[in-house]
């Protein structure tokens, strides 16, 4: 019995360790590694730089009334028309093709590979100017991602690949936007696998601590991944709270004792 005992105990002291805790599920939270009170987040010194398998979506536009007809050609008709769903953007954008180049009418191949959009919209306006158009025409290029695609996977509530039309999105609202990390989600790890020209490269962020707010990783890039781990005690079978690790408790014990007094009565 004494044996029993002991084994009780030992299972108890390992589970009850094993429970989840606040300092577990909470995000950004103040371990000392800020010193200022209140913290501001700098905007990222380098903005995003296409890649290939980018899809940009290109809008061209003038005040002058003569060019509007002109510049219908250099655009699709789902862009004119205000189509700006995934779906018409994959086959309406121009992606980036593995030259770094994208096929934009009577202009033919334009390279845009390791530009950001601003100098898209500076290269296509120049190149409309010199070769069709006057250099006191008045035309207006924008230049955007055609949304920004991540995957979410691994301990969280709805993982999959997600777009989201915004310029700039946080690692915090891209997991809201799939449902958030399971209470058995490992937030002190998140994996994050960034596509890079050269390949791909895996960074870590923890985000119980409100310096991940300075990471590089903070803000997600277009084809992020994504990853969340489980926290070890999940392998233990550990409750999430102090009630299920009871339970878990109790059970263990009423087996044992039962498997001790069935022994004893053979």
Do not use: W
Not at 46 to 70: A, C, F, H, M, W
Not at 195 to 201: E, F, T, V
Not at 217 to 245: C, E, M, S
Not at 251 to 266: E, G, H, K, P, Q
């Amino acid at each position: 019995m004494k044996q029993i005992i002991v084994c009780v105990l030992v299972v108890f002291s390992l589970l009850s360790t094993s429970c989840i805790t606040n300092k577990d599920v909470v995000y950004l939270q103040d371990k000392g590694t800020i010193v200022d009170d209140s913290l501001q987040i700098q905007a990222l010194a380098t903005p995003y730089r296409v890649q290939v398998n980018d899809i940009l979506s290109i809008s061209i536009k003038s005040t002058d009334s003569e060019l509007k007809g002109l510049l219908e050609i250099f655009q699709p008709t789902n862009q004119t028309s205000g189509g700006g769903n995934a779906q018409s953007l994959y086959f309406s954008g121009f992606t980036v093709d593995l030259h770094g180049n994208i096929e934009f009418p009577i202009l033919d191949k334009v390279n845009v590979l390791g530009f950001t959009t601003d100098e898209i919209e500076d290269k296509v306006k120049e190149a409309l100017l010199e070769k069709y158009l006057k250099d006191v025409s008045k035309i207006f290029v924008t230049v955007k991602l055609a949304g920004l695609r991540y995957t979410i996977t691994g301990e969280v509530s709805g993982g999959g690949v997600k777009t989201l039309f915004q310029d700039r999105v946080n690692i915090i609202e891209a997991l809201a936007n799939g449902g958030d990390i399971l209470p058995t989600g490992d937030r002190k790890d998140i994996m994050v696998i960034r596509q890079y020209p050269n390949g791909q490269k895996i960074h870590h962020i923890d985000l119980t601590d409100i310096a991940a707010m300075k990471s590089p990783y903070y803000f997600i890039q277009p084809n992020d991944i994504i990853l969340v781990k489980p926290l070890k005690r999940k392998a233990l079978g550990a409750g999430q709270t102090a009630t299920q690790t009871f339970t878990t408790i109790a059970s263990i014990f009423s087996v044992l004792v039962s498997t001790y007094f069935l022994a004893r009565n053979l």
